[in-house]
């Protein structure tokens, strides 16, 4: 099993700053991709951001040039820098991984249990 512990949310005026961390642990042989998706109070989890193994990173048009998203293998950790913060982009931000626990080919989908982030005008 993995687990994963989410912090850095809570509650910024628009135009400012959070950092969300989230580390791994448990039984990880290699990460395949880390990623960050939000649900919006009545809205469907959609993808933020996502980094790759090989360090590629995606983010969703609505957050580019504010969110970056960024991975510490030696820590197993993701973070998402959110710059320029908008009321829009409250909700809940959850952790993903995808990772491989041992020599298989066989990937395992893991998720956070959320920060609430809250963006006030």
């Known amino acids: 099993q993995v687990q994963l512990v989410e912090s850095g949310g809570g509650l910024v005026q628009a135009g400012g700053s959070l950092r969300l961390s989230c580390v791994a642990s448990g039984s990880i042989f290699r990460f395949n991709h880390m990623a960050w998706y939000r649900q919006g109070p009545g809205k469907q989890r959609e993808l933020v951001a996502v980094i790759t193994r090989g360090g590629r990173t995606n983010t969703t048009d609505s957050v580019k040039g504010r969110f970056t998203i960024s991975g510490d293998n030696a820590k197993n950790t993701v973070y998402l820098q959110m710059n320029s913060l908008k009321p829009e982009d409250t909700a809940v931000y959850y952790c993903?991984?995808?990772?491989?626990?041992?020599?298989?080919?066989?990937?395992?989908?893991?998720w956070g249990q959320g920060t609430q982030v809250t963006v006030s005008s």
């Open positions: 993903n991984v995808n990772v491989n626990r041992d020599w298989s080919r066989t990937a395992y989908n893991y």
